[in-house]
């Protein structure tokens, strides 16, 4: 039988209790292919300790190393720095990690992530054009959209709404983190889109 962990370690100096809960909040990041929640890593640590404090001080810990902590999708995890991404690519066999999405597909990604929920007509209202059926399902298939509730509109057709994958694949922590609109369009990257009703 496995022994109990001991989350309070009060057999051990503050300074060392300290550096014995990064080192667990590290372990357990280390561990986890996805996100952690906060409440997830309050339990390996004692009673009243700052998790965010701990996972602060875990982060200037890093500092020079090739990974850092990054909050996403409402939790933490470890994640590559961006400045070795190329040399990942050249070394690394992470072709099935990578999107490989055209530019329209991202354009749809980004419709749907501004407008969610949205439906195939909502989004053919955008672009002016039928959007496929097979870009819908290369999204779901690569777990970036899902299905969402069903239109109040006749038929009630499905909607569309983004995934904690697709937090994931943008490093964003929540929707609130999107670009505002405004700014993509001033900045020329992407064309104003106009304001439309999709219900």
Partial sequence: MEP?????????????????????????????????????????????????????????????RAFEVAQVAGGWMFRTRATYAP????????????????????AVLA???????????GLKDI???????????????RNLIGTGPRSPRRGAPYTFVTTEQFLLAFGLESLRDLPDREQL???GVVDEVPQVDFG
């Fill in 111 to 121: 419709a749907i992530a501004y407008h969610q929920p949205i439906t195939r007509d």
């Fill in 127 to 141: 672009f002016g054009k039928e959007i496929s059926r097979d870009l819908i399902g290369r999204l779901h298939a």
């Fill in 87 to 106: 040399a990942i690519r050249a070394a690394a066999d992470v072709g099935d990690q990578l999107l490989d999405l055209s530019e329209f597909d991202v």
């Fill in 4 to 64: 109990e962990l001991d989350r309070a370690l009060t057999d051990l100096p503050p300074e060392l209790r300290w550096r014995e809960w990064m080192r667990r909040i590290e372990a357990v990041l280390f561990a986890s292919a996805t996100p952690v929640a906060r409440e997830d890593l309050a339990r390996v640590v004692g009673q009243g300790a700052s998790v965010d404090l701990l996972v602060e001080d875990l982060a200037a810990d890093l500092e020079g």
């Fill in 185 to 187: 369009e001033d900045a």
